[in-house]
């Protein structure tokens, strides 16, 4: 069990810890009934906007299950250089959405898994092998506010999952409504004012009570679950490769942004012990992204990354140990390879996830505030680059149709609050004086800020 150090939470399993087998099987269900919807959900967003039938797309959901498990587990465990042996939960994001279905709609989907295939070793395996290299130019202030536009540029799509998701007859409806705010507070009573097991499975047993309280409601589909198969076989080059470079460089710039949403949801992780993710940590992590990511691709899987929603689990539980990731790791895998259990998992509506959902995403947010202020000083230099960076971040999530005379290009790049964010505070910081700077020392600060004689 952990210790509470300076900066710490108290921590109910440290990482290294293993809770007792039935315990680490309840927190990984946890793990993977928080991010198994938004995890699939990307695929069934491509699916319309790309026109797949329904076969495809039920197998495309299965192996990023399949391989989201197996990131999972390699995040946990590591193999060789690949892999953090943090608790990292891996699931496919939607940063590359709009590139997916654009890309796929225009070229086919063998163009969308050529530029993975190239570009997600290429980028991010490149960023992880060198990353001392470039880990200065990531201070605390820099990969804390990417945790935070992370977390909070996720808020508007808890609030529609909680509303019965996008697009609804009955979006905003008082029972979808009621029933995501019934599921947040039993989340927050049981975390706030219980302890032991209650307070670990809080996500889990608010999510547990919101799928019973639905039932009778009417509002789950049981039919996927009939429909579906009992085991899936992996398809490998089912829909073959492409590589047209236009789509290879769109991806190679949504693989540096997935990169630094990477070392952001590990900095909010380490945040809980009080500290940033060390070379050899953010070098594994990174590594997984790409390699896993590229060797997907030939099965049809979709980027794989870090999950932010599971990085808030970690905080608002206390339980950082990464076998419990690693067993979610496992459950993912076997939900990839027998559909019919996995239609299981994903019949549970929009509004029990949307009420789960806010409270993490939140949690993620706060953890990207914590870690700025446990390492960065709030001196007027940082403080103007929090403005500028979150300001362009939430500017451009809450009104995207700001940069609508820009290029088609531009506009997928600078069109994501991370982009703009991220890359806000990277250049801010590296140009600026300050302790965190990478391009100023200490003895240059101090010629910089020293008094002279005309100052006296």
């Known amino acids: 069990m952990s ?16 809770p007792p087998w039935p315990k680490s099987i309840l927190l990984g269900l946890q793990h993977v009934a928080v991010m198994i919807v938004p995890a699939t959900a990307v ?41 953090a042996k943090l608790p990292l939960v891996m699931g496919t994001s939607f940063t590359f959405v709009g590139a997916i279905t654009t890309v796929g709609a225009e070229f086919g989907l063998a163009a969308v898994f050529g530029a993975i295939l190239v570009s997600g070793f290429v980028v991010e395996g490149a960023i992880g092998w060198q990353f001392d290299r470039v880990k200065p130019f990531f201070p605390p202030l820099v990969t804390g506010l990417v945790v935070v536009i992370i977390g909070l540029y996720l808020i508007p799509t808890g609030t529609e999952y909680a509303a019965g998701g996008a697009g609804a007859a009955d979006f905003g409806a008082a029972h979808n409504v009621g029933l995501a705010a019934l599921v947040l507070a039993i989340a927050v009573v ?126 608002f539980t206390g339980v950082m140990s990464r076998h419990v990731v690693a067993v979610s790791g496992g459950i993912l895998a076997l939900l990839g390879l027998s ?32 870690l700025i202020v446990l390492h960065t000083e709030f001196d007027r230099r940082n403080m103007v680059i929090v403005a500028v960076s979150l300001g362009l971040g939430l500017g451009i999530a809450t009104t995207p149709e700001a940069i609508q005379g820009l290029p088609p290009a531009a506009r997928t790049f600078f069109g994501e609050p991370v982009i703009l964010t991220a890359l806000s505070a990277l250049a801010l910081n590296t140009a600026v004086p ?16 020293r008094p002279g004689p005309s100052d006296d």
Do not use: C
Request: no cysteine; proline share 5%; hydrophobic share 50%.
């Open 43 to 83: 695929a069934y967003i491509v699916a319309d906007g790309v026109g797949l039938a329904p076969g495809d797309t039920a197998y495309i959901v299965q192996m990023i299950l399949l391989f989201s498990g197996l990131a999972t587990v390699i995040q946990a465990y590591t193999i060789g250089p690949v892999g």
């Open 190 to 315: 049981l975390n706030l004012f219980t302890r032991g097991v209650a307070r670990l499975l809080s996500i889990l047993a608010a999510i547990v009570v919101g799928y019973a309280v639905a039932v009778p409601l009417g509002m789950v589909d049981f039919s996927p679950i009939a429909e579906a198969s009992w085991i899936a076989v992996p398809s490998p080059t089912r829909y073959g490769f492409e590589f047209e470079p236009i789509a290879i460089v769109t991806f190679a710039f949504l693989f540096l942004v997935s990169a630094m949403e990477t070392v952001g949801d590990m900095s909010g992780v380490t945040a809980v012990e009080g500290r940033s993710p060390d070379g050899e940590e953010v070098r594994g992590a990174l590594l997984t992204d790409g390699v896993v990511s590229s060797l997907g691709s030939i099965f049809a899987v979709f980027p794989v990354t870090t999950f932010s929603q599971n990085v808030g689990i970690v905080s």
């Open 339 to 370: 559909p019919k259990i996995g239609a299981v998992v994903t019949t549970i509506p929009s509004a029990v996830f949307g009420g789960a959902v806010l409270l993490m995403v939140g949690m993620v947010a706060a953890s990207g505030v914590r």
């Open 3 to 18: 210790t509470e150090r300076d900066g710490e939470l108290d921590l109910e399993y440290g990482l290294d810890d293993r």
């Open 434 to 449: 300050g302790e965190q700077s990478p391009l100023f020392d200490e003895a240059a600060l101090e010629s910089i800020t």
